[in-house]
Protein backbone atom coordinates (compact mmCIF):
# COMPACT_ATOMS: atom_id res chain seq x y z
CA UNK A 1 0.00 0.00 0.00
CA UNK A 2 1.65 3.64 -1.36
CA UNK A 3 1.92 5.86 1.93
CA UNK A 4 0.31 8.78 1.37
CA UNK A 5 2.52 11.99 1.30
CA UNK A 6 1.22 14.98 3.20
CA UNK A 7 -0.73 17.75 1.99
CA UNK A 8 -1.11 21.04 2.96
CA UNK A 9 -4.86 21.51 3.67
CA UNK A 10 -6.98 23.58 2.38
CA UNK A 11 -7.08 27.25 3.27
CA UNK A 12 -10.34 26.90 4.61
CA UNK A 13 -9.27 24.46 7.21
CA UNK A 14 -6.37 26.50 7.70
CA UNK A 15 -8.22 29.25 8.53
CA UNK A 16 -10.79 27.87 10.58
CA UNK A 17 -8.62 26.61 12.40
CA UNK A 18 -5.90 29.80 13.65
CA UNK A 19 -9.59 31.15 14.49
CA UNK A 20 -10.29 28.64 16.95
CA UNK A 21 -6.64 28.86 18.63
CA UNK A 22 -7.09 32.65 18.63
CA UNK A 23 -10.31 32.17 20.25
CA UNK A 24 -8.70 29.32 22.81
CA UNK A 25 -6.05 31.95 23.45
CA UNK A 26 -8.56 34.55 24.74
CA UNK A 27 -9.30 32.47 27.67
CA UNK A 28 -5.39 31.72 28.76
CA UNK A 29 -3.57 34.21 27.20
CA UNK A 30 -3.39 37.20 30.19
CA UNK A 31 -5.56 40.13 28.54
CA UNK A 32 -3.73 43.92 28.76
CA UNK A 33 -3.90 46.85 27.23
CA UNK A 34 -2.08 50.13 26.12
CA UNK A 35 -3.71 53.50 26.30
CA UNK A 36 -4.00 54.85 22.80
CA UNK A 37 -3.78 58.74 22.18
CA UNK A 38 -4.06 60.63 19.33
CA UNK A 39 -0.81 61.27 17.38
CA UNK A 40 -0.63 65.25 16.24
CA UNK A 41 1.49 64.39 13.73
CA UNK A 42 -1.02 62.10 11.35
CA UNK A 43 -4.13 62.91 13.76
CA UNK A 44 -4.81 59.01 14.28
CA UNK A 45 -4.59 57.09 17.55
CA UNK A 46 -1.82 55.58 18.49
CA UNK A 47 -0.12 53.46 21.29
CA UNK A 48 1.10 54.94 24.68
CA UNK A 49 4.11 52.45 25.10
CA UNK A 50 4.42 53.42 28.77
CA UNK A 51 0.72 53.25 29.58
CA UNK A 52 0.68 48.98 29.62
CA UNK A 53 -2.03 47.16 32.36
CA UNK A 54 -3.24 44.25 32.87
CA UNK A 55 -7.22 43.87 32.47
CA UNK A 56 -9.91 41.64 33.38
CA UNK A 57 -10.40 38.69 31.15
CA UNK A 58 -12.38 38.67 28.03
CA UNK A 59 -12.54 35.60 26.57
CA UNK A 60 -14.86 35.01 23.21
CA UNK A 61 -16.84 32.48 23.49
CA UNK A 62 -16.39 29.57 20.37
CA UNK A 63 -20.14 29.96 19.52
CA UNK A 64 -19.68 33.59 18.76
CA UNK A 65 -17.47 32.49 15.37
CA UNK A 66 -20.03 32.27 12.99
CA UNK A 67 -21.13 35.78 14.19
CA UNK A 68 -17.40 37.17 13.77
CA UNK A 69 -17.17 35.66 10.41
CA UNK A 70 -20.60 37.15 9.18
CA UNK A 71 -20.10 40.98 10.37
CA UNK A 72 -16.85 40.84 8.21
CA UNK A 73 -18.25 39.85 5.91
CA UNK A 74 -21.31 42.34 5.49
CA UNK A 75 -19.00 44.84 6.59
CA UNK A 76 -15.58 44.67 4.50
CA UNK A 77 -15.66 47.24 1.67
CA UNK A 78 -12.88 45.41 0.53
CA UNK A 79 -14.74 42.33 -0.14
CA UNK A 80 -17.03 43.78 -2.62
CA UNK A 81 -13.98 45.77 -4.15
CA UNK A 82 -12.54 42.58 -5.14
CA UNK A 83 -15.85 40.80 -6.48
CA UNK A 84 -16.58 44.04 -8.55
CA UNK A 85 -12.89 44.16 -9.93
CA UNK A 86 -13.19 40.36 -11.16
CA UNK A 87 -16.73 41.08 -12.60
CA UNK A 88 -15.94 44.19 -14.33
CA UNK A 89 -12.91 42.14 -15.86
CA UNK A 90 -14.86 39.33 -16.75
CA UNK A 91 -17.30 41.93 -19.07
CA UNK A 92 -14.17 43.41 -20.27
CA UNK A 93 -12.97 39.78 -21.83
CA UNK A 94 -16.13 39.72 -23.39
CA UNK A 95 -15.36 41.99 -25.40
CA UNK A 96 -11.84 40.10 -26.93
CA UNK A 97 -10.19 43.40 -26.58
CA UNK A 98 -7.60 41.91 -24.55
CA UNK A 99 -7.13 38.62 -26.74
CA UNK A 100 -6.77 40.71 -29.89
CA UNK A 101 -4.07 43.15 -27.96
CA UNK A 102 -2.05 40.17 -26.54
CA UNK A 103 -2.27 38.47 -29.38
CA UNK A 104 -0.77 41.37 -31.71
CA UNK A 105 1.84 41.83 -28.53
CA UNK A 106 2.97 38.56 -28.81
CA UNK A 107 3.26 38.16 -32.63
CA UNK A 108 5.70 41.30 -32.10
CA UNK A 109 7.46 39.59 -29.76
CA UNK A 110 7.52 36.18 -31.61
CA UNK A 111 10.35 34.21 -30.30
CA UNK A 112 10.76 36.66 -27.24
CA UNK A 113 8.45 35.76 -25.15
CA UNK A 114 11.15 35.67 -22.76
CA UNK A 115 11.56 38.85 -22.84
CA UNK A 116 7.96 40.23 -22.91
CA UNK A 117 7.72 38.29 -19.43
CA UNK A 118 10.81 40.14 -17.85
CA UNK A 119 9.30 43.38 -18.97
CA UNK A 120 6.06 42.86 -17.08
CA UNK A 121 7.56 41.68 -14.40
CA UNK A 122 9.51 44.84 -14.27
CA UNK A 123 6.51 47.21 -14.80
CA UNK A 124 4.32 45.43 -12.19
CA UNK A 125 7.67 46.03 -10.12
CA UNK A 126 8.02 49.02 -10.50
CA UNK A 127 4.20 49.85 -9.91
CA UNK A 128 4.34 48.01 -6.61
CA UNK A 129 6.78 50.33 -5.32
CA UNK A 130 3.38 52.62 -4.23
CA UNK A 131 0.24 50.17 -5.04
CA UNK A 132 -0.43 47.18 -3.05
CA UNK A 133 -1.33 44.35 -5.19
CA UNK A 134 -4.93 43.71 -3.84
CA UNK A 135 -6.09 46.51 -5.91
CA UNK A 136 -4.16 45.13 -8.95
CA UNK A 137 -6.70 41.92 -9.04
CA UNK A 138 -7.87 43.24 -11.82
CA UNK A 139 -4.73 42.47 -13.88
CA UNK A 140 -5.02 38.76 -13.14
CA UNK A 141 -7.50 37.60 -15.92
CA UNK A 142 -5.45 39.56 -18.22
CA UNK A 143 -2.06 38.01 -17.09
CA UNK A 144 -3.69 34.61 -17.10
CA UNK A 145 -4.20 34.91 -20.47
CA UNK A 146 -1.03 35.90 -21.26
CA UNK A 147 0.67 33.73 -19.99
CA UNK A 148 -1.24 30.86 -21.30
CA UNK A 149 -0.95 32.35 -24.69
CA UNK A 150 2.85 32.50 -24.30
CA UNK A 151 2.64 28.77 -23.07
CA UNK A 152 2.94 29.39 -19.36
CA UNK A 153 0.34 28.60 -16.55
CA UNK A 154 -1.93 30.67 -14.10
CA UNK A 155 0.55 30.66 -11.59
CA UNK A 156 3.11 32.62 -13.39
CA UNK A 157 0.29 35.25 -13.67
CA UNK A 158 -0.24 35.69 -9.68
CA UNK A 159 3.62 35.60 -9.32
CA UNK A 160 3.53 38.57 -11.80
CA UNK A 161 1.50 40.46 -9.37
CA UNK A 162 2.23 38.80 -6.11
CA UNK A 163 6.52 38.34 -6.65
CA UNK A 164 6.75 41.32 -8.44
CA UNK A 165 4.25 43.76 -7.21
CA UNK A 166 4.51 42.46 -3.37
CA UNK A 167 7.59 42.35 -3.03
CA UNK A 168 8.28 46.03 -3.91
CA UNK A 169 5.44 47.02 -2.00
CA UNK A 170 6.89 45.28 0.95
CA UNK A 171 9.68 47.72 0.91
CA UNK A 172 7.70 50.66 -0.54
CA UNK A 173 9.69 53.31 -1.14
CA UNK A 174 6.55 55.69 -1.70
CA UNK A 175 4.20 53.25 -0.52
CA UNK A 176 1.62 55.90 1.00
CA UNK A 177 -0.40 53.10 3.53
CA UNK A 178 2.62 51.67 4.68
CA UNK A 179 6.18 53.59 4.70
CA UNK A 180 4.33 56.65 4.88
CA UNK A 181 1.95 55.91 8.19
CA UNK A 182 5.53 54.32 9.45
CA UNK A 183 7.61 57.49 9.33
CA UNK A 184 4.96 59.58 10.42
CA UNK A 185 4.81 57.74 13.51
CA UNK A 186 8.42 57.23 14.15
CA UNK A 187 8.75 61.35 13.68
CA UNK A 188 10.70 60.69 10.39
CA UNK A 189 10.35 63.02 6.86
CA UNK A 190 7.92 61.13 4.35
CA UNK A 191 9.62 58.43 1.81
CA UNK A 192 13.18 59.91 3.48
CA UNK A 193 15.92 57.15 2.98
CA UNK A 194 14.33 56.54 -0.20
CA UNK A 195 17.82 55.70 -1.52
CA UNK A 196 18.87 52.23 0.25
CA UNK A 197 15.08 51.21 0.07
CA UNK A 198 15.24 51.67 -3.75
CA UNK A 199 18.46 49.35 -4.08
CA UNK A 200 16.49 46.88 -1.86
CA UNK A 201 13.75 47.19 -4.38
CA UNK A 202 16.01 46.17 -7.23
CA UNK A 203 17.93 43.53 -5.42
CA UNK A 204 14.38 41.78 -4.07
CA UNK A 205 12.38 42.07 -8.00
CA UNK A 206 15.91 40.26 -9.59
CA UNK A 207 15.16 37.74 -7.21
CA UNK A 208 11.66 36.98 -7.35
CA UNK A 209 12.23 37.41 -11.42
CA UNK A 210 15.16 35.17 -11.69
CA UNK A 211 12.31 32.60 -9.57
CA UNK A 212 9.32 33.46 -12.14
CA UNK A 213 11.25 33.08 -14.90
CA UNK A 214 13.20 30.20 -14.31
CA UNK A 215 9.83 28.40 -13.30
CA UNK A 216 7.78 29.65 -16.43
CA UNK A 217 10.64 28.42 -19.13
CA UNK A 218 10.02 24.70 -17.18
CA UNK A 219 6.33 24.84 -17.61
CA UNK A 220 6.74 26.13 -21.36
CA UNK A 221 9.91 23.30 -21.87
CA UNK A 222 7.28 20.47 -20.21
CA UNK A 223 3.49 21.44 -19.35
CA UNK A 224 3.66 18.37 -17.19
CA UNK A 225 6.34 20.63 -14.46
CA UNK A 226 3.41 22.66 -13.99
CA UNK A 227 2.35 22.71 -10.39
CA UNK A 228 -0.88 23.65 -11.50
CA UNK A 229 -1.03 21.18 -14.24
CA UNK A 230 -4.47 19.81 -13.58
CA UNK A 231 -6.22 22.96 -13.56
CA UNK A 232 -4.47 23.93 -16.65
CA UNK A 233 -5.13 20.87 -18.61
CA UNK A 234 -9.84 21.67 -16.91
CA UNK A 235 -8.61 25.03 -18.66
CA UNK A 236 -7.58 23.95 -22.30
CA UNK A 237 -10.82 21.42 -21.97
CA UNK A 238 -12.92 24.65 -21.51
CA UNK A 239 -11.18 26.40 -23.93
CA UNK A 240 -9.52 29.19 -21.88
CA UNK A 241 -6.19 28.84 -24.01
CA UNK A 242 -6.32 30.79 -26.57
CA UNK A 243 -4.20 30.06 -30.22
CA UNK A 244 -1.46 32.49 -31.35
CA UNK A 245 -1.96 31.10 -34.52
CA UNK A 246 -4.50 33.44 -36.33
CA UNK A 247 -3.69 36.76 -37.98
CA UNK A 248 -3.04 39.33 -35.05
CA UNK A 249 -5.75 42.45 -36.18
CA UNK A 250 -8.04 44.20 -33.49
CA UNK A 251 -11.43 46.18 -34.16
CA UNK A 252 -11.98 49.97 -33.67
CA UNK A 253 -14.52 48.85 -30.82
CA UNK A 254 -11.86 46.91 -29.04
CA UNK A 255 -9.52 50.03 -29.19
CA UNK A 256 -12.21 51.78 -27.67
CA UNK A 257 -12.32 49.04 -24.82
CA UNK A 258 -8.70 49.26 -23.77
CA UNK A 259 -8.66 53.20 -23.73
CA UNK A 260 -12.08 52.82 -20.87
CA UNK A 261 -9.82 50.71 -19.15
CA UNK A 262 -6.64 52.45 -19.19
CA UNK A 263 -9.23 55.99 -18.25
CA UNK A 264 -10.77 53.24 -15.62
CA UNK A 265 -6.76 52.67 -14.32
CA UNK A 266 -5.80 56.19 -14.47
CA UNK A 267 -9.06 57.49 -12.43
CA UNK A 268 -8.74 55.02 -9.51
CA UNK A 269 -4.65 55.85 -9.30
CA UNK A 270 -5.96 59.45 -9.15
CA UNK A 271 -8.75 58.75 -7.18
CA UNK A 272 -6.37 56.68 -4.36
CA UNK A 273 -3.22 59.39 -4.29
CA UNK A 274 -5.20 62.89 -4.71
CA UNK A 275 -8.95 62.34 -3.57
CA UNK A 276 -8.14 59.58 -0.63
CA UNK A 277 -9.90 57.00 -2.51
CA UNK A 278 -10.92 53.90 -0.62
CA UNK A 279 -12.04 50.46 -1.25
CA UNK A 280 -15.35 51.52 -1.64
CA UNK A 281 -15.13 54.30 -4.37
CA UNK A 282 -12.67 52.02 -6.12
CA UNK A 283 -15.39 49.33 -6.36
CA UNK A 284 -17.85 51.83 -7.94
CA UNK A 285 -15.19 53.19 -10.46
CA UNK A 286 -15.17 49.04 -11.45
CA UNK A 287 -19.09 48.73 -11.80
CA UNK A 288 -18.73 51.92 -14.32
CA UNK A 289 -15.59 50.11 -15.98
CA UNK A 290 -17.92 47.10 -16.55
CA UNK A 291 -20.76 48.92 -18.02
CA UNK A 292 -19.17 51.49 -20.62
CA UNK A 293 -16.51 49.32 -21.66
CA UNK A 294 -19.08 46.67 -22.23
CA UNK A 295 -21.18 48.86 -24.25
CA UNK A 296 -17.78 50.22 -25.79
CA UNK A 297 -17.22 46.68 -26.84
CA UNK A 298 -20.52 46.12 -28.44
CA UNK A 299 -22.11 43.64 -25.57
CA UNK A 300 -25.81 44.09 -24.75
CA UNK A 301 -26.98 44.86 -21.45
CA UNK A 302 -28.08 41.59 -21.00
CA UNK A 303 -25.00 40.17 -21.93
CA UNK A 304 -22.82 42.60 -19.08
CA UNK A 305 -24.93 41.56 -16.56
CA UNK A 306 -24.34 37.60 -17.50
CA UNK A 307 -20.60 38.39 -17.91
CA UNK A 308 -20.83 40.72 -14.88
CA UNK A 309 -22.63 38.28 -12.52
CA UNK A 310 -20.12 35.06 -13.50
CA UNK A 311 -17.10 37.28 -13.00
CA UNK A 312 -18.51 37.65 -9.40
CA UNK A 313 -19.24 34.25 -9.04
CA UNK A 314 -15.64 33.40 -9.39
CA UNK A 315 -14.86 35.59 -6.52
CA UNK A 316 -17.07 34.21 -3.77
CA UNK A 317 -14.45 31.49 -1.99
CA UNK A 318 -12.02 34.53 -2.14
CA UNK A 319 -14.50 36.67 -0.43
CA UNK A 320 -15.12 34.39 2.57
CA UNK A 321 -11.60 34.08 2.95
CA UNK A 322 -11.73 37.25 3.56
CA UNK A 323 -13.94 37.08 5.96
CA UNK A 324 -12.79 34.39 7.91
CA UNK A 325 -9.30 36.12 7.97
CA UNK A 326 -10.74 39.37 9.26
CA UNK A 327 -12.53 37.61 11.80
CA UNK A 328 -9.28 36.49 13.51
CA UNK A 329 -8.00 39.85 14.20
CA UNK A 330 -11.54 41.11 15.61
CA UNK A 331 -11.48 38.09 17.98
CA UNK A 332 -8.10 39.24 19.50
CA UNK A 333 -9.28 42.61 19.71
CA UNK A 334 -12.51 42.17 21.50
CA UNK A 335 -10.76 39.21 23.75
CA UNK A 336 -8.10 42.15 24.59
CA UNK A 337 -5.21 39.96 23.89
CA UNK A 338 -3.57 42.02 20.85
CA UNK A 339 -1.48 44.36 23.47
CA UNK A 340 -0.55 41.26 25.43
CA UNK A 341 1.27 40.00 22.49
CA UNK A 342 2.49 42.77 21.08
CA UNK A 343 4.01 44.09 24.09
CA UNK A 344 5.72 40.24 24.76
CA UNK A 345 7.59 40.55 21.12
CA UNK A 346 8.84 44.08 21.65
CA UNK A 347 10.40 43.26 24.95
CA UNK A 348 12.47 40.32 23.09
CA UNK A 349 14.47 42.71 21.62
CA UNK A 350 16.01 44.13 24.62
CA UNK A 351 17.86 40.48 25.37
CA UNK A 352 18.74 39.95 21.68
CA UNK A 353 22.63 40.97 20.82
CA UNK A 354 23.67 44.10 19.09
CA UNK A 355 24.18 42.74 15.74
CA UNK A 356 20.76 40.54 16.31
CA UNK A 357 18.63 43.13 17.20
CA UNK A 358 17.57 44.37 13.40
CA UNK A 359 16.74 41.06 12.25
CA UNK A 360 15.26 39.86 15.23
CA UNK A 361 13.29 42.98 14.85
CA UNK A 362 12.40 41.99 10.98
CA UNK A 363 11.16 38.64 12.22
CA UNK A 364 9.04 40.13 15.31
CA UNK A 365 6.98 42.17 12.47
CA UNK A 366 6.92 39.52 10.33
CA UNK A 367 4.98 37.54 13.63
CA UNK A 368 2.69 40.48 14.18
CA UNK A 369 2.05 40.12 10.95
CA UNK A 370 0.11 36.91 11.56
CA UNK A 371 -2.19 38.74 14.08
CA UNK A 372 -2.63 42.13 12.43
CA UNK A 373 -2.02 41.25 8.27
CA UNK A 374 -3.33 45.30 7.53
CA UNK A 375 -0.30 47.42 6.97
CA UNK A 376 -1.40 50.76 8.64
CA UNK A 377 -3.09 48.65 11.50
CA UNK A 378 0.09 47.22 12.18
CA UNK A 379 2.26 50.57 12.02
CA UNK A 380 -0.43 51.92 14.70
CA UNK A 381 0.24 49.17 17.21
CA UNK A 382 3.63 48.33 16.67
CA UNK A 383 5.60 51.66 15.99
CA UNK A 384 4.77 53.22 18.86
CA UNK A 385 6.44 50.30 20.91
CA UNK A 386 9.13 49.75 18.71
CA UNK A 387 10.45 53.38 18.13
CA UNK A 388 11.23 53.51 22.05
CA UNK A 389 13.20 50.22 22.45
CA UNK A 390 15.08 51.41 19.64
CA UNK A 391 15.54 54.55 20.95
CA UNK A 392 17.20 52.51 23.91
CA UNK A 393 19.37 50.20 22.00
CA UNK A 394 20.83 52.76 19.79
CA UNK A 395 19.17 51.41 16.68
CA UNK A 396 17.87 54.45 14.13
CA UNK A 397 14.00 55.14 14.06
CA UNK A 398 14.82 54.94 9.61
CA UNK A 399 15.46 51.11 10.21
CA UNK A 400 12.99 50.25 12.34
CA UNK A 401 10.53 51.41 9.98
CA UNK A 402 12.69 49.06 7.67
CA UNK A 403 11.96 46.16 9.29
CA UNK A 404 7.95 46.45 9.61
CA UNK A 405 8.48 47.34 6.13
CA UNK A 406 9.90 43.76 5.71
CA UNK A 407 7.62 42.20 8.52
CA UNK A 408 4.38 43.44 7.46
CA UNK A 409 4.68 43.21 3.84
CA UNK A 410 6.85 39.75 2.76
CA UNK A 411 4.49 38.13 5.62
CA UNK A 412 1.91 39.13 3.19
CA UNK A 413 2.78 36.93 0.55
CA UNK A 414 2.35 33.66 2.59
CA UNK A 415 0.12 33.91 5.66
CA UNK A 416 -3.27 32.10 4.76
CA UNK A 417 -5.09 35.28 6.07
CA UNK A 418 -3.73 37.49 3.70
CA UNK A 419 -6.34 39.46 1.49
CA UNK A 420 -3.43 40.83 -1.06
CA UNK A 421 -2.11 37.41 -1.89
CA UNK A 422 -5.84 35.61 -1.28
CA UNK A 423 -7.86 37.43 -3.82
CA UNK A 424 -4.72 37.62 -6.48
CA UNK A 425 -4.22 33.36 -5.87
CA UNK A 426 -8.33 33.12 -6.73
CA UNK A 427 -8.93 35.29 -9.43
CA UNK A 428 -5.77 33.19 -10.95
CA UNK A 429 -7.65 29.87 -9.67
CA UNK A 430 -4.28 28.90 -8.10
CA UNK A 431 -5.09 27.07 -4.92
CA UNK A 432 -2.95 27.77 -1.60
CA UNK A 433 -1.30 25.10 -1.14
CA UNK A 434 -0.08 24.91 -4.58
CA UNK A 435 1.28 28.34 -3.95
CA UNK A 436 2.84 27.17 -1.19
CA UNK A 437 4.88 24.89 -2.97
CA UNK A 438 6.22 27.37 -5.50
CA UNK A 439 6.79 29.97 -2.37
CA UNK A 440 9.13 27.16 -0.23
CA UNK A 441 12.56 28.79 -1.79
CA UNK A 442 11.61 32.17 -2.69
CA UNK A 443 9.99 32.77 0.88
CA UNK A 444 14.10 31.53 2.04
CA UNK A 445 15.57 33.75 -0.14
CA UNK A 446 13.51 36.80 0.96
CA UNK A 447 14.63 35.63 4.58
CA UNK A 448 18.07 36.05 4.20
CA UNK A 449 17.95 39.22 2.21
CA UNK A 450 15.88 40.92 4.71
CA UNK A 451 18.08 39.57 7.81
CA UNK A 452 21.38 41.05 5.57
CA UNK A 453 19.67 44.19 4.92
CA UNK A 454 18.33 44.59 8.57
CA UNK A 455 22.09 44.34 9.80
CA UNK A 456 23.51 46.31 6.92
CA UNK A 457 20.83 49.33 7.70
CA UNK A 458 22.13 48.79 11.34
CA UNK A 459 25.77 49.01 10.56
CA UNK A 460 25.58 51.82 8.56
CA UNK A 461 23.33 53.81 10.62
CA UNK A 462 20.48 54.06 8.16
CA UNK A 463 19.28 57.40 8.76
CA UNK A 464 16.52 60.00 7.78
CA UNK A 465 17.63 60.32 3.91
Known amino acids: MKKKSFQIPHVFVILVMLVMIVTAMTYFVPAGEFARVKNEATGKEIVDAA ?57 KFKNSEKMLLIATIMIFGIYGMRQNPVSMIGFIPILVLLCRMCGYDALVAAAIIVLGAGGSQSIGPVAPATTAIAQGFADLPIFSGIGYRLILCALLLL ?13 KKDPKASLIYEIEEEAKKAGYDKSVDKEASITPRQICVLLVFLASIALQVYGGIVLGWGN ?29 SKGASKMMTAALMIGIATAISSILKD ?22 QGPVMFLANLLINVFIPSGSGQAAAVMPLMVPVADLIGMTRQ ?18 MSSALLANLMAAGVPYEKWMKFMGKI ?21 PF
Not at 99 to 104: F, G, H, T, Y
Not at 289 to 308: C, D, N, Q, W, Y
Open 443 to 463: FAAWIVISCVGMITAQAVHYG
Open 399 to 416: TVVLAFNFGDGLGNYVIP
Open 280 to 308: TETAVQFVWLAVIGGLAGGLTPSEISIKF
Open 51 to 107: SFSWVGQNPVSFLQIPNYIVKALAGSSLIWMTIFSAASIEVILATGAFDAAINMMIH
Open 335 to 356: GKIIDTIVRAIANMLLACPAFL
Open 207 to 219: VNGYFIVTYAMRV
